[in-house]
């Protein structure tokens, strides 16, 4: 069984900056972080193939979100730079069998138990 541990949220100023590391606990493959904020569903923010070779980001984020992993340490990451108001929400991580990514929650058997980024104007 796969455990996902996600880390490193927290209250920021717009324009400001974050780190989200998630830990595996088992061997994942393809990695995701999707978001939630209050009274909205849940909805895709990045995702990252197994080498990490390949990535894909929500247009809301792109430019300003970068995914990463690091195999060794069995942790996915997501710098988020240039925060906005609007991104604040619970973010999950979440992890698949596959060595494909996906941009659909639908697709991840792994999940988090999210971590709180709030964003202050």
């Known amino acids: 069984q796969v455990q996902l541990v996600e880390s490193g949220g927290g209250l920021v100023q717009a324009g400001g900056s974050l780190r989200l590391s998630c830990a595996a606990s088992?061997?994942?493959?393809?990695m995701g972080w999707f978001r939630q904020a209050p009274g909205k569903e849940r909805e895709f923010v990045a995702t990252i193939n197994y080498r990490g070779t390949s990535t894909y980001s929500a247009d809301s984020v792109k430019g300003r979100f970068t995914i990463s992993r690091d195999n060794v340490k069995n942790t996915m990451y997501l710098q988020m730079n240039s925060l906005k108001p609007e991104d604040t929400a619970v973010y999950y991580c979440a992890g698949r069998p596959s060595i494909h990514d996906s941009t659909r929650s639908d697709d991840y058997a792994y999940w988090g138990q999210g971590t709180q980024v709030t964003v202050s104007s």
């Open positions: 088992g061997r994942t493959f393809a």
